[in-house]
């Protein structure tokens, strides 16, 4: 059974090393464990601290291209190395590296498939109130979207197995954390989270430049990820609305008609229309997109099946 801890890194020196560290030597029922950094177009000695420490592998790209690129491409490596189970941390050593056990605890018991590390959000000291109500938000609409009991959505913190890691795929260019449970989710994986600690800050987040542009960022997010997988029920409620104030002005109209007859209302009657018809239009869009959604789901497991044939078999070669 190998396991290998990933950590995607943009100009990381500083605290690559401290996080480095607390990573465990060796977890029981674990025979290998190897550590992966994914250098996500570092400007400073990241690469060279990383291959100093003894770091197994190395993903490099020339130029940024962001979080959910860089998780991606992690996982992409650990499954080409022969990784059994992945666990994704932060470079910055935000998580304790300890808790990796609890982490992968069920994958190892055949519990889950996709494991989320549960921070302390209302005892961390360096998260402003603002930002903790925010978490819980995020993650209340995330349990929604995916039908999952996650209590931090956010939590970058997480084990995955082979099988399951086969299966994500990534959309969006901002973050992998929400989209990945809204996947797990509506993919019925067998999905759960464990209570782990977190250290002490060592630098500021650079996932977001401010509060608005994490809340923005992120319910687009979640947002995109529910239409992907359930586009004719968010299609259906966005078109409801027009189409139901449209019925209600149309009724009205009758009423009018009957009682007082329909003059000085035809513009009553016009808009009733049109509303009607922008519902209904809507409803047809979210019918196309149920199609495509199907689709998406067929390229999905085509996918899934091209990367076993060809990460299986390399690791069927390496034995």
């Known amino acids: 059974m190998k396991l290998i801890i990933q950590i995607p890194c943009y100009n990381e020196a500083e605290t690559l090393e401290i996080a480095?560290?607390?990573?465990?030597?060796?977890?029981?029922?674990?025979?290998?464990?190897?550590?992966?950094?994914?250098?996500?177009?570092?400007?400073?000695?990241?690469?060279?601290?990383a291959k100093k420490w003894g770091v197994n592998h190395v993903v490099s790209f020339p130029k940024n291209k962001g979080l959910a690129r860089g998780f991606m491409a992690g996982l992409d490596a650990c499954l080409e190395a022969g990784a059994d189970i992945i666990v994704n941390t932060d470079a910055d050593n935000q998580y304790c590296g300890e808790d990796i056990e609890k982490l992968i605890r069920p994958i190892l018991e055949g519990k889950a498939e996709f494991v989320i590390g549960e921070r302390p959000i209302d005892d961390t000291e360096h998260f402003s109130p603002l930002k903790k109500k925010l978490q819980h938000f995020g993650s209340f609409v995330v349990r929604v979207a995916s039908k999952t009991d996650i209590p931090d959505a956010p939590s970058g913190f997480r084990a995955i197995s082979r099988d399951a890691a086969m299966h994500l795929n990534v959309i969006n260019e901002y973050t992998y954390t929400l989209e990945t449970i809204v996947q797990a989710g509506r993919n019925r994986m067998a999905i759960t989270s464990v209570p782990i600690r977190t250290n002490p800050e060592l630098r500021k987040s650079r996932l977001f430049k401010s509060m608005g542009a994490y809340i923005k960022r992120s319910m687009l997010t979640i947002l995109r990820a529910f239409m992907m997988y359930k586009p004719l029920l968010c299609f259906t409620i966005v078109g409801a609305i027009p189409f139901l104030i449209g019925l209600g002005i149309g009724i009205r109209f009758l009423c009018l008609y009957f009682t007082v007859g329909g003059q000085g209302h035809v513009q009553s009657l016009i808009l009733a229309c049109t509303l009607m018809i922008m519902g209904f239009m809507t409803f047809v869009i979210g019918l196309q997109a149920d199609v495509i959604a199907s689709n998406r789901r067929i390229l999905e497991d085509v996918q899934y099946h091209l990367r076993k044939l060809s990460y299986d078999r390399d690791k069927n070669d390496d034995k």
């Open 20 to 49: 480095l560290n607390d990573l465990p030597k060796s977890i029981e029922g674990i025979d290998t464990i190897e550590y992966l950094i994914i250098n996500d177009g570092s400007q400073d000695a990241t690469v060279e601290v």
